[in-house]
């Protein structure tokens, strides 16, 4: 009997929390998403990181477009503050926001070549993530076919670790196109459909964590920073 009346506790708590408003990180990888994460942290929101997606394979599923599988996990219901994989990925905010319309959502920009620089040292010889949701995102899905076509094993497709078939290397025009275009596609979406539900700024802005506090309605000290992985 106890056991039961826990269960339905927990599943009310759990229904509670998420109906409260949520705010997700749009930005690409290496544009301040984990110092994003230590800032929801600092103000009390319920953060979900990449952990949450590497224990729940939500990269994967985003890639099956099996979203409601994302949305039903605990952990993305428990939470109320998103960054990392997948929010960012490609026009994902599209339903996020058709799914959450009282979603905030963050969106920071750094200079593009620096920021080519900062994926390729931490790429090393591969990509960035997943080879399928990285040439998903990035623009290569014809060479992700070519390697499905070679036989090339799942595990090796869909690993965030190990050795991976492709590189990032000698492809700065490339990938800072594609970088330069989901600011583009995200701001202009927001634009036409909900302009005060996007906060659209410069990681380079000292002040963008006030900006941001305001944007969210949160009280922010003037002398507040939040630095994570910030060595590129």
């Not at 790429?123 to 995102?137: I, P, R, S, Y």
């Not at 969210?216 to 992985?229: C, F, P, Q």
């Amino acid at each position: 009997m106890r056991k039961k009346l826990n269960k339905f506790i927990n599943r009310m708590r759990i229904s509670s929390l998420e109906k409260q408003p949520k705010v997700f990180c749009i930005s690409m990888q290496r544009t301040g998403t984990t110092s994003t994460g230590q800032f929801f942290k600092d103000h009390g929101l319920r953060w979900s990181g990449w952990g949450s997606d590497k224990r729940n394979n939500w990269s994967q599923l985003w890639a099956l477009c099996d979203y409601e599988s994302i949305f039903a996990s605990e952990e993305f219901r428990l939470a109320n503050a998103y960054e990392d994989s997948p929010w960012w990925y490609s026009k994902f905010y599209e339903e996020l926001y058709k799914r959450f319309p009282d979603a905030k959502f963050i969106l920071l920009k750094r200079d593009p070549s620096k920021w080519y620089k900062s994926v390729l040292s931490r790429a090393q010889d591969g990509v960035m993530g997943a080879v399928n949701t990285h040439c998903m995102n990035y623009a290569r899905e014809a060479e992700l076919n070519q390697l499905i076509e070679a036989g090339t094993p799942q595990k090796q497709l869909t690993s965030v670790s190990g050795e991976k078939p492709m590189s990032m290397k000698n492809m700065e025009e490339h990938y800072t196109t594609c970088y330069l275009e989901h600011f583009d596609n995200a701001t202009e979406f927001f634009n036409k459909n909900q302009p005060d539900a996007l906060y659209a700024g410069e990681l380079e802005d000292p002040k963008k964590w006030q900006k941001i506090g305001h944007f969210l309605g949160i009280d922010v000290a003037d002398d507040y920073e939040s630095h994570k992985n910030d060595g590129h």
